[in-house]
């Protein structure tokens, strides 16, 4: 990112409207507030969410910080890490965040996030504890690979240690949520 502001400032205006109508549909999914009709129609807007993630993936690799600005590289991040019904997308987006984390170009607590997902969404434990599951009983970290040497992997990708970002995401549904009144939803530790 240049100090004039994003290459596409276009494309940045884009990926942060829609990361932003899709963050208040998943409150409202996530609150129960929902009926049928608006399900459907929440269930529509993110797969269209997708298709123009893909589209922008296949136009410019990951829109990272020179391309569109941080907080459209997060927008980015947000949609890829929701488009839990696309894993191959899901898959292809994190090779691709990764690469631009290799050029300075985005952040690795984002592909923590966005590899962890991948792995919870493909029935694997994690790697970096980022995903947790909120249900009637509280926040559950999903299963995670080798939980004694959890805190040092999280360290290496610049995220503190685990009872650290548990609390912040439990501070955070305690604030947000009616535990007792959400269904079962997979949640990323805020990066």
């Keep these: 990112m240049t100090a004039a502001g994003p290459l596409r400032p276009d ?3 884009e990926l942060i409207d829609r990361a932003t109508k899709a963050a208040a549909r998943r409150a409202k999914r996530v609150r129960n507030q929902l009926d049928a009709v608006q399900l459907g129609q ?17 136009e410019h690799d990951w829109p990272g910080h020179r391309l569109v600005g941080i907080e ?3 927008a980015a991040w947000s949609l890829a890490l929701h488009a839990d019904d696309d894993a191959d997308f899901q898959r292809a987006a994190t090779t691709l965040l990764e690469r631009a984390v290799q050029a300075g170009d ?9 590899f962890d997902r991948t792995l919870v969404n493909s029935g694997r434990p994690q790697e ?9 009983n509280g926040v559950e ?12 992997r999280r360290a290496t990708v610049g995220l ?8 912040k ?23």
Excluded: M, N, Y
């Design 11 to 13: 494309l940045a205006r």
């Design 42 to 58: 929440d269930r529509h807007a993110e797969h269209a969410d997708t298709k123009v993630l893909r589209r922008v993936l296949a």
């Design 72 to 74: 459209a590289a997060r």
């Design 106 to 114: 985005a952040r690795v607590q984002h592909w923590a996030h966005l």
């Design 128 to 136: 970096f504890g980022t995903q947790q599951l909120l249900t009637t």
């Design 141 to 152: 970290l999903c299963p995670v690979r080798a939980p004694g040497s959890l805190d040092q």
């Design 160 to 167: 503190s240690p685990i009872a650290t970002g548990l609390e």
């Design 169 to 191: 995401v439990r501070l955070r549904c305690a604030q947000d949520h009616q535990v007792g009144d959400c269904s079962t939803v997979v949640l990323a530790e805020v990066a």
